[in-house]
């Protein structure tokens, strides 16, 4: 009796210090200071999609939430490819997804799993997509691939041309 309890301990400890199948995703996005008369930040949604180019999970969409009377969300249209695949079928704001524009810079944003609906993913090769449009500028789609669930640690890197500067994606077990 004495060694199957020791036994059983043993196992829980081990177990409760490595995580299981807790996965995560870290997004480093770059949005360019452009230099024109008329500057806006942009409108960002981020986005994984499926090798047929479907939705898999909806990560974040970065708007002007606190205008009055939800106005932000009107421009969100500008966002083309996400509001066919989730915007116009998205309750907005939406908790855990929504939030406000970024400056110009560099942006570090991290995805749980299990936060992000991720951990239900099949395995697979998957492509995170980031949008970019701006007032008076333009609009940008970049799609950085990666397979999931990650094995080792992986960085995936992907440019943008205008609206966009360098993305990384790096995925960890």
Known sequence: ????????????????STP???ADLQLKLELPRLSVAEY???????????PDQSLAANLAV?????NKNNEGTKWLKDLRSWWRKAGRDLTLPADGVSSATRAAGEHS??????????????AGDYQLVVEAAREVG?????????????RAAATTTAKGEQELGAISVTVTP
Do not use: C, I, N
């Open 138 to 150: 333009g609009r940008e789609v970049v799609k950085v691939p990666f397979s999931w669930p990650p």
């Open 109 to 122: 944003v991290s995805f749980p799993a299990a936060k992000t609906g991720l951990d239900k993913l099949p």
């Open 20 to 22: 299981l199948l807790a």
């Open 40 to 50: 806006h930040r942009p409108y960002v949604a981020m986005w994984v999609e499926k």
């Open 1 to 16: 009796m004495q060694l199957r309890y020791s036994m059983a301990l043993g196992t829980a400890v081990a177990l409760g």
């Open 62 to 66: 970065w708007y002007e939430v606190k």
